[in-house]
């Protein structure tokens, strides 16, 4: 293959659910490379960081109750440690897994890997995350460090990819791959859906776990332009199982005229589907309410409804 038919393909978002065990789907390096080599340029692509942080912060904004030691995990460009002051915590805490994101932080901070937190039982009042958890190989562990972090009653509030999010470019490049390379491989891995994400929080051990979402539709160009947005954001394909080498041109080139002919809008552009799932959850505490015991209630149906109920 000549040279000048490849191309880096630089799109692919791969976040899965993650499971305990030695069940490993994503290549850590790759994720720290990624979002190492994202962060120079980032300031271009950090619109949905920043609009998922300031959703994050409206949230916050409706609990009446301090907040003094907050943590936020995966921090990219700092987008969350304004909000988290402005809410009025007295010490922020940020994290990246890429030295490059730690080292601009305006805030004490550190180079971390979600799946290994180093913080002690009970340092924090609150943990936020915004849209970095999707790498975790280990979902389920990383909530749970991150349960042993909090202090009782203390909340997390996290943003993570849903299962619908960027559905179409997943079509496009299964119907692009299978015409060109004879088979495909991972590109856009499956997501976490709405129900396994409050599983996920139930078995982490949080009380009066919530999960709900929000649907965002962005649009480009066309499906390149997409690609290069995706590896902007450091979001760029680190499945263990991925294609490696750079994707062939005439690859790339049958993925944007499929991605056209499936979405393309009137105007000519595409639009891709970010779905996002907010997680939110609290270390239990005694003071917490708790859901009453199957038969313990005090009235009866036939008390409410009278004689309907017959």
């Known amino acids: 293959m000549a040279k000048d038919d490849r191309q880096d393909n630089g799109c692919g978002i791969s976040p899965g659910a993650g499971d305990a065990g030695d069940y490993r789907v994503f290549d850590r390096r790759a994720v720290r490379r990624n979002r190492e080599r994202a962060a120079a340029g980032f300031d271009d692509h950090a619109f949905l960081i920043r609009e998922i942080a300031d959703r994050m912060a409206e949230r916050l904004m409706e609990i009446n109750r301090p907040f003094a030691r907050a943590l936020d995990l995966g921090s990219h460009d700092g987008a969350m440690i304004g909000h988290l002051r402005r809410r009025g915590s007295e010490l922020v805490v940020a994290t990246d897994l890429a030295p490059a994101f730690a080292a601009t932080l305006a805030a004490p901070r550190l180079v971390a890997?979600?799946?290994?937190?180093?913080?002690?039982?009970?340092?924090?009042?609150?943990?936020?995350?915004?849209?970095?958890?999707?790498?975790?190989?280990?979902?389920?562990?990383?909530?749970?460090?991150?349960?042993?972090?909090?202090?009782?009653?203390?909340?997390?509030l996290g943003a993570i990819f849903g299962a619908?999010?960027?559905?179409?470019?997943?079509?496009?490049?299964?119907e692009a791959e299978s015409l060109i390379e004879g088979g495909v491989s991972p590109r856009v891995s499956p997501f976490t859906d709405i129900r396994l994400a409050g599983a996920l929080m139930q078995r982490a051990g949080f009380a009066l776990p919530v999960v709900d979402s929000d649907t965002i539709t962005v649009t480009y160009p066309d499906a390149l332009s997409l690609m290069r947005d995706l590896k902007g954001m450091g979001e760029a394909n680190a499945h263990l199982e991925r294609r490696q080498g750079f994707t062939r041109r005439r690859t790339l080139m049958t993925v944007a005229e499929a991605y056209h002919a499936r979405h393309g809008l009137p105007d000519g552009r595409i639009p891709a589907t970010f779905q996002i799932l907010y997680l939110t959850g609290w270390k239990p505490h005694e003071s917490q309410q708790k859901p009453l015991r199957p038969g313990s209630g005090k009235v009866s149906l036939t008390q409410v409804l009278g004689n309907r109920a017959g």
């Not at 915004?130 to 202090?151: C, E, F, I, K, M």
């Open 164 to 174: 619908e999010t960027l559905r179409e470019l997943r079509q496009a490049f299964l």
């Open 113 to 156: 890997d979600e799946e290994l937190l180093p913080f002690a039982d009970d340092s924090f009042d609150l943990v936020t995350s915004v849209l970095s958890l999707h790498w975790a190989n280990d979902l389920p562990g990383t909530l749970l460090q991150v349960r042993r972090a909090l202090r009782p009653d203390g909340l997390f």
